[in-house]
């Protein structure tokens, strides 16, 4: 479980270190900051949770030869990390309709009060799934109950933040 830890930190590290290496080129070589950066971090995001989600099967065929859990418990392991992959896909879709009216100055629209929600109710999801996999393989990463229920409540609270502001802006026809 340390292990695990350890791989966990050099992975983010790695992952925020190329984020700043990135960031940091492209400030030298235009002598401005360039938020486009950002974009072409969320496509390979979600890339590599398609990649990872397919492959789960396989991962935890291999796993299962070390931890008897994953042996055990094989096909519903599976299915359990391949929902919880499928809904974080959603939400990272979700974000990206979000972003693309953002850019176009629309923030305050009633679909991105709609992807707010829709995003709360993924986030559930996979503390929900979380949860039915504790007892199968207790593992540290089971954390991810207490972050997904927050990350959940915390779009359901910012969805009534933007439906009142929406209902602000047309009540009052201003622009947010």
């Known amino acids: 479980m340390v292990f695990q830890q350890i791989l966990n930190g050099l992975t983010n590290g790695s992952i925020y270190a190329l984020l700043a290496i990135g960031v940091t080129m492209i400030y030298k070589s235009l002598g401005m900051l360039n938020f486009s950066h950002g974009d072409t971090i969320m496509i390979s995001a979600f890339i590599c949770l398609t990649l990872i989600t397919v ?95 927050i990350a959940g409540l915390f779009c359901f609270v910012l969805c009534q933040v933007f439906e009142k502001a929406i209902q602000y802006k047309e009540e009052n026809d201003l622009t947010i």
Do not use: H
Not at 58 to 63: D, K, W
Not at 77 to 83: A, E, R, S
Not at 129 to 143: E, M
């Open 55 to 149: 492959g789960i099967p396989m991962i935890f065929y291999v796993i299962g030869g070390y931890i008897e859990a994953f042996r055990k418990y094989y096909l519903i392991q599976c299915v359990l990390y391949m929902l919880s992959g499928v809904l974080a896909l959603l939400i990272v879709a979700e974000l990206r309709k979000m972003f693309a009216t953002v850019l176009k100055d629309q923030a305050f629209v009633w679909e991105n009060a709609a992807s707010l929600k829709r995003m709360g109710k993924c986030s559930f999801l996979i503390a929900l799934l979380s949860v039915v996999r504790l007892p199968l393989a207790p593992t540290p990463a089971t954390a991810v109950v207490i972050v997904f229920s």
